[in-house]
């Protein structure tokens, strides 16, 4: 069985994807404990077919997957079997992750995720430097929430020098408490990407929808 959150079409709201209609597929469960997280939603036990075929069935329109969670590589049989199958049916793909556990992967299961698009949200107290150099070998992009209980804005410039992240794939995005964004933070943080050259991310699911459930 996979444990899964909620299947739903929408728009990327965050990231590199942000603005692009998407069918995501979240992933119940996490490895971590993040104070501000928005994303406990209780576990459904789903059939692995249930769950492709549902996606697979979901749009004759849209073509790209995102698969998120939690923590979708708890469950990395599932998710890794799923990234084959969404590719070879011609889905552009990418998988959220918070980066802790891609230094675990066997060079098999990397193979695998070389084959979508990777987007790694690393956490405070939880940065592995083998982690983000593994991530780093992939199609990744690394989104930093910027805020009060997560990262400050010279910290995210230390790790991204620290490892060599590239410029062109570091995104920061503002951390939303109660289902609203600070503009005042937003603007802190917009100022911050064009003085350093990073990519600003908003959270247009939060902007239009708040945090209701399935957006
Ligand atoms: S890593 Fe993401 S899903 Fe996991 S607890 Fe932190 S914010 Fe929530």
Excluded at 92 to 110: A, D, Q, Y
Aim: charged share 25%.
């Amino acid at each position: 069985m996979t444990k899964i959150a909620e299947i739903f079409l929408s728009i990327a709201g965050e990231g590199s994807w942000m603005g692009r209609p998407a069918i995501f597929v979240r992933f119940s469960g996490c490895n971590l404990s993040c104070e501000w997280c928005d994303e406990r939603h209780p576990a459904i036990d789903m059939e692995f077919g249930d769950v492709v075929s549902k996606v697979l069935n979901m749009s004759k329109t849209i073509n790209r997957v995102v698969i998120t969670g939690g923590e979708p590589l708890l469950q990395k049989s599932d998710c890794l079997s799923m990234v084959k199958i969404f590719v070879s049916s011609g889905y552009r793909t990418m998988i959220e992750t918070n980066g802790t556990l891609i230094n675990r992967l066997s060079p098999e299961e990397l193979r695998i995720l070389k084959l979508c698009e990777v987007t790694v949200s690393p956490k405070k107290g939880h940065v592995s430097g083998n982690s983000i150099r593994a991530a780093m070998n992939l199609s990744s992009n690394f989104k930093f929430v910027v805020g009060c209980k997560s990262w400050s804005l010279e910290e995210v410039k230390e790790i991204v020098e620290k490892y060599g992240i590239p410029k062109e794939v570091v995104w920061l995005m503002p951390l939303t408490v109660e289902g609203k964004i600070e503009d005042k933070l937003a603007k802190e943080i917009w100022n911050f990407c064009v003085e350093n050259g990073y990519n600003y991310s908003d959270r247009l699911h939060v902007r239009v929808w708040r945090n209701e459930k399935g957006k």
